[in-house]
């Protein structure tokens, strides 16, 4: 019986690797040259560290546009609000992956209201969805694809 999985993840080493060019590109960048602004990435944690606001907004630009190179949807992210302590400001960044159970269950919720004669089973932090036919499955694909959803949906472990 043909069934696949939902997911949302990313790639931990490709985060690392798009940190790492966002950190090298403000230490050779002009606006930033004499400013102590960097980032640091802990387990799901991004914290961007600089002496203004407007250089966070700048730094969150800049590390939005390294990870979307990187094949990583920024919706994943939660941004936290920039807290001053001394001359620098810190502003923490929450990395988001796994399908949280409100989420989970919406996504049953819709497949079944649908319709359409799948099955689907919440299992830890995805969602398995089985069915007959393999069009019913790639139904169910399209239908969460045009559905706007807070987090990035990835479909994994298709079997026929």
């Known amino acids: 019986m043909p069934s696949f999985d939902i997911i949302s993840e990313f790639d931990p080493h490709e985060v690392k690797n798009a940190i790492d060019q966002s950190n090298k590109e403000v230490s050779t960048r002009f606006d930033f040259k004499g400013s102590d602004s960097s980032f ?93 036919k393999r069009d019913d499955l790639q139904e169910v694909i399209q239908m969460l694809k045009d559905e706007k959803l807070e987090m990035p949906l990835q479909y994994d472990n298709f079997r026929d």
């Open 40 to 132: 640091e990435l802990t387990d799901d944690k991004l914290v961007m560290i600089s002496e203004s606001t407007f250089q966070l907004q700048q730094m969150f630009s800049i590390v939005c546009s390294k990870l979307s190179r990187r094949g990583i949807d920024i919706a994943c992210m939660e941004v936290g609000d920039a807290k001053g302590s001394g001359k620098m400001v810190r502003q923490e960044i929450t990395l988001k992956q796994g399908l949280d159970s409100l989420l989970a269950k919406k996504i049953v919720k819709l497949i079944k209201d649908k319709k359409l004669k799948v099955q689907a089973a919440i299992q830890g932090d995805k969602v398995r969805v089985t069915g007959k």
